[in-house]
């Protein structure tokens, strides 16, 4: 069993930057891949980002790519979501998850692919 915790949410302006953490507990998060969805008010949550287990390789949203970055630290049990030059269309409460399936199977973007999940956390950019 793995528990999430994000962190960073807030507010920022529209250009401003946040960093989202989030904190798993278990000596298997360094075999997980690792991903961020988003779900903004009256809409589906949507994959925004995810990381294979080694930080090795990233994937990304069309919407976010080239301002957003993931990583993480396997060390410290950690994943990262840097957000830069935010939109207001940013706005949403960010959740971190966990793929639990073997290393070497392929990262996936589908929500329902992922095992656990954060509580989530608020990130609203204003304009």
């Known amino acids: 069993q793995v528990q999430l915790v994000e962190s960073g949410g807030g507010l920022a302006q529209a250009g401003g930057s946040l960093r989202l953490s989030c904190a798993a507990s278990?000596?298997?998060?360094?075999?997980?891949?690792m991903g961020w969805f988003r779900q903004a008010a009256g809409k589906e949550r949507e994959f925004v980002a995810a990381i294979n287990w080694s930080g090795g390789s990233t994937y990304y949203a069309s919407s976010v790519k080239g301002r957003f970055t993931i990583s993480r630290d396997n060390a410290k049990n950690t994943v990262y979501l840097q957000m830069n030059s935010l939109k207001p269309e940013d706005t949403a409460v960010y959740y971190c998850?966990?793929?639990?399936?073997?290393?070497?199977?392929?990262?996936?973007?589908?929500?329902?692919?992922?095992?656990?999940w954060g509580q989530g956390t608020q990130v609203t950019v204003s304009s």
């Open positions: 278990g000596r298997t998060f360094r075999s997980y891949a």
């Open positions: 998850a966990a793929d639990r399936k073997p290393v070497g199977v392929a990262v996936s973007t589908e929500r329902y692919e992922y095992d656990y």
